[in-house]
């Protein structure tokens, strides 16, 4: 029975490991290993305790780099792993799959040893990371291995398993498989990351208050004057910290059966599916439903259109054969394939979302100004997140690039779709827009405008390079988080621009990233198509 767990999981854990996007998750470790252990001088702090930091030694390395990679593969490595059973699907591995005598709890196993396999590798990259943290920082040369990662083993690898089972989980169950499980997911990862820091938290929460705790008691006893709160995300500094001395804590009988028994809650959330998923299997009711369902979409509701739809016209079936033609009409044909663009991205929108975009417009309208760039921009903002998300990777979807490849004007093709997003995005926060024109707000306009411009070029990028949907909703939603969170991280909407020094060359930047992206997509899709010849 191991070794039929066993067997598949390394095999998909080796086709992932070969795969190019594994080569920037760990670059993406090794940054956040920088980030969380910043030189002394530096302008943010991830872990801070009041006004004080601990010294650089093994311990606090650690201890600080094992919380923010916990917190962060929580996040980044949800959407990294959740394409597993999906992937099989796809690419009819499914099918082969059903006609085995595998029994589903085993496949379901394999599939979260997969996931935790590719978390913990993250894990190891970020472990080595934090000993070369130590030694660049030259605080403490004194390496202890033990107290260096030992906070890996306590921390962030019950957080890994965790993650790598509800990705499974959501894998498995219709609703939350599409674009709405990935924001879903955000806001559980909120509320796990902000509410399980507290005391008193099932299975201890997320494992980060007895480590609090133990530090301010290290920080009493060395009569450290603490004001302020313990604090466990990217702050910005106006001075540098103090520092204490924090040579690790001993877990206690409590504390290590909490991080057991969270390990066993992800084993036992692995293998829940296995009560419905039909394991590819036709004869199994739900399987039946997914196989009539259309592919899935950002949404997961809407669905594919003819191409003749794109150019404004009637499917072949529909028109008379007289009207049949290889080549458009001369005249506005950019026009149409822009219309048709909007067409295919707002396919199958629900009625509530309409309801729920003209509602924000209404409020952004009649809100104060301050709390329209505030408030209301963004949550105009995040309303079309599904539908951005579609940009560049429909035709790899609904598998129709090789139709669209015979398209010669490659240029014109992908510069309507980068406009159809423009237009919903501009249109979604046209209400915010309407207040700053009446109020004359012409730093905030400009901010719009850079906006306007940023966000369908960042989901026409990354869908583009990935061809999923889901790289953008994991980058997006973080970004976005920042700006409505109060941190200038890249304030690309000038939400912040009342409290920032920079809000003047903030628009100027936006509109030049957004330049950059969109270049990278022309680049990207005339290098595939020559690929293609």
């Known amino acids: 029975m191991l070794r039929t767990i066993t067997g598949p999981a390394v095999a998909d854990f080796r086709d992932r490991v070969r795969r190019p996007a594994y080569v920037v998750i760990l670059a993406?470790?090794?940054?956040?290993?920088?980030?969380?252990?910043?030189?002394?001088?530096?302008?943010?702090?991830?872990?801070?305790?009041?006004?004080?930091?601990?010294?650089?030694?093994?311990?606090?390395?650690?201890?600080?780099?094992?919380?923010?990679?916990?917190?962060?593969?929580?996040?980044?490595g949800f959407y990294i792993v959740r394409n597993s059973v999906e992937r099989d699907r796809s690419t009819r591995v499914g099918q082969l799959v059903a006609a085995t005598p595998l029994r589903t709890t085993a496949y379901m196993a394999g599939k979260f040893l997969s996931n935790l396999m590719l978390l913990s590798s993250m894990l190891g990259v970020l472990a080595i990371t934090a000993l070369v943290m130590?030694?660049?920082?030259?605080?403490?040369?004194?390496?202890?291995?033990?107290?260096?990662?030992?906070?890996?083993?306590?921390?962030?690898?019950?957080?890994?398993?965790?993650?790598?089972?509800?990705?499974?989980?959501?894998?498995t169950l219709p609703v939350l498989r599409t674009g709405f499980g990935n924001i879903v997911w955000f806001c559980v990862w909120l509320v796990i990351a902000t509410v399980g820091q507290g005391p008193g938290q099932l299975l201890g929460g997320t494992g980060v208050y007895e480590v609090a705790r133990s530090m301010y008691d290290d920080?009493?006893?060395?009569?450290?004057?603490?004001?302020?709160?313990?604090?466990?995300?990217?702050?910005?500094?106006?001075?540098?910290?103090?520092?204490?001395?924090?040579?690790?804590?001993?877990?206690t009988a409590t504390y290590l059966l909490g991080r057991i028994a969270l390990l066993l809650l992800a084993v036992a959330v692995a293998v829940l599916p296995a009560l419905w998923f039909g394991r590819f299997d036709p004869a199994r009711t739900w399987q039946r439903r997914e196989r009539t369902a259309q592919p899935e979409s950002a949404a997961g509701a809407f669905q594919p259109v003819f191409i003749d739809e794109v150019a404004g016209q009637s499917p072949?079936?529909?028109?008379?054969?007289?009207v049949l033609r290889t080549r458009p009409e001369p005249g506005g044909v950019t026009a149409r394939i822009w219309a048709g663009e909007i067409r295919i991205l707002l396919k199958g929108v629900p009625w509530w979302w309409w309801l729920g975009a003209a509602f924000l417009v209404l409020l952004g309208i009649t809100a104060p100004l301050h709390g329209t760039s505030r408030v209301m921009l963004p949550l105009a903002w995040i309303w079309p997140i599904i539908i951005?998300?579609?940009?560049?990777?429909?035709?790899?979807?609904?598998?129709?690039?090789?139709v669209l490849g015979a398209y010669p004007a490659v240029r014109r093709r992908m510069f309507a779709e980068w406009g159809a997003g423009l237009t919903i995005t501009a249109v979604a926060g046209i209400g915010p827009?309407?207040?700053?024109?009446?109020?004359?707000?012409?730093?905030?306009?400009?901010?719009?405008?850079g906006g306007v411009l940023f966000i369908p070029s960042l989901a026409l990028a990354l869908g583009t390079l990935s061809r999923t949907h889901r790289l953008f909703q994991?980058?997006?939603?973080?970004?976005?988080?920042?700006?409505?969170?109060?941190?200038?991280?890249?304030?690309?909407?000038?939400?912040?621009?009342?409290?920032?020094?920079?809000?003047?060359?903030?628009?100027?930047?936006t509109m030049a990233v957004a330049a950059v992206l969109l270049a990278i997509v022309f680049v990207a899709g005339t290098l595939r198509r020559y690929s293609r010849d």
């Open 433 to 449: 827009l309407i207040r700053m024109i009446i109020e004359s707000e012409t730093t905030g306009i400009a901010s719009w405008i």
């Open 28 to 76: 993406a470790a090794v940054a956040l290993g920088y980030v969380a252990v910043p030189d002394s001088d530096a302008k943010w702090m991830i872990m801070q305790v009041g006004d004080h930091r601990g010294v650089y030694n093994s311990a606090y390395v650690g201890m600080v780099t094992a919380l923010a990679s916990g917190l962060w593969i929580m996040l980044g």
């Open 474 to 509: 994991a980058v997006y939603l973080p970004l976005w988080y920042t700006v409505a969170n109060g941190l200038p991280v890249f304030d690309y909407m000038g939400a912040l621009r009342d409290s920032s020094e920079l809000a003047a060359a903030q628009p100027p930047v």
């Open 219 to 251: 920080m009493v006893a060395q009569k450290i004057d603490m004001t302020g709160s313990f604090s466990l995300g990217l702050t910005y500094l106006d001075k540098p910290l103090g520092t204490f001395t924090w040579d690790g804590f001993t877990p």
């Open 134 to 171: 130590q030694l660049a920082r030259g605080e403490s040369y004194d390496v202890d291995l033990y107290a260096l990662w030992q906070p890996f083993f306590l921390v962030a690898l019950p957080l890994a398993a965790l993650t790598a089972a509800c990705a499974l989980l959501f894998e």
């Open 316 to 322: 072949p079936s529909t028109r008379p054969a007289a």
């Open 388 to 402: 951005w998300s579609r940009l560049g990777t429909q035709r790899h979807e609904y598998a129709v690039e090789t």
